[in-house]
């Protein structure tokens, strides 16, 4: 049984550090650096204690060094994580460890076998860019999503008639692209809202390793539910429930808050 993570402040003070950067890459590089500068033993026993962090204050921080994770150029050594990992392991931090994995998606996407949309099926990659960006019908928007093409939706999501609630449409499709769904996790302007964090950590079809890297972002609520969720990566719903245990005392709603 993990052991609970004793406070030493290194969190609460990365955290403060942390959210006076700019959210993005500045934010999420600023985190690596923290990680890298550490030994694996400090790095592992900070990650443990900003897991455990209740309430909200620790959520940027959270959404920065999940980002660095999957960032290759945010500077993290492989050789460093792995002894990060390792430590984590000897010490029984299960939390740690967890983060740290990078699990494929729990459902393979497999192309379709209908025909292709007959609006769209003449309009070369090009013009669907273009019209992704720019256009404002939103029955040609909803067709662009539907069909999922990465390149596509990448210039989708740029689009300023774009809504929250479509986003969050995108990233609750079933089945999607994997490479789509990172799509919303690294564009700036979605990946910090609650429902789109919500929709990409419950669906099936996202690369599990960024799902784990969602969940520490989530509330006490969102967690139980991915927890119980039978369609979702084992290790997705081990790290929730566990992630839920700790935060049980929180408030409900806290989903995707990284300001």
């Known amino acids: 049984m993990e052991q609970p993570i004793p406070s030493t402040g290194q969190a609460a003070s990365l955290a403060r550090r942390l959210r006076a950067l700019e959210e993005g890459a500045i934010r999420a590089r600023a985190a690596a650096r923290a990680l890298q500068d550490a030994s694996?033993?400090?790095?592992?026993?900070?990650?443990?204690?900003?897991l455990a962090w209740p309430g909200e204050d620790g959520v940027p921080a959270r959404a920065a060094v999940g980002q660095a994770l999957l960032d290759p150029e945010s500077g993290l050594r492989h050789e460093h994580l792995a002894a990060i990992y390792e430590?984590?392991?000897?010490r029984g931090l299960e939390a740690v460890t967890q983060l740290l994995l990078s699990p494929p998606p729990h459902k393979e996407f497999q192309e379709p076998f209908d025909k292709a949309d007959a609006r769209l099926a003449h309009l070369s990659l090009g013009h669907k860019k273009s019209f992704a960006r720019l256009n404002r019908d939103p029955d040609l928007l909803a067709r662009l999503a539907a069909e999922g093409e990465p390149v596509v939706v990448r210039e989708?999501?740029?689009?300023?008639?774009?809504?929250?609630?479509?986003?969050?449409?995108?990233?609750?499709?079933r089945p999607c692209r994997p490479e789509t769904l990172r799509c919303l996790y690294e564009d700036r302007r979605w990946r910090t809202r609650p429902g789109v964090a919500l929709a990409l950590a419950r669906n099936p079809y996202i690369e599990a390793g960024v799902a784990l890297k969602i969940l520490p972002t989530l509330g006490a609520r969102e967690?139980?539910?991915?927890?119980?969720?039978g369609s979702l990566h084992p290790l997705v719903r081990a790290m929730a429930a566990r992630l839920a245990a700790g935060r049980s005392g929180e408030e409900p709603g806290g989903a995707g808050r990284a300001p």
């Open 87 to 90: 430590e984590a392991v000897e």
């Open 40 to 50: 694996p033993a400090e790095a592992a026993l900070l990650l443990a204690e900003l």
């Open 223 to 229: 967690l139980s539910e991915i927890a119980q969720d």
């Open 156 to 173: 989708l999501l740029r689009n300023p008639q774009l809504t929250e609630q479509f986003a969050v449409r995108i990233a609750a499709r």
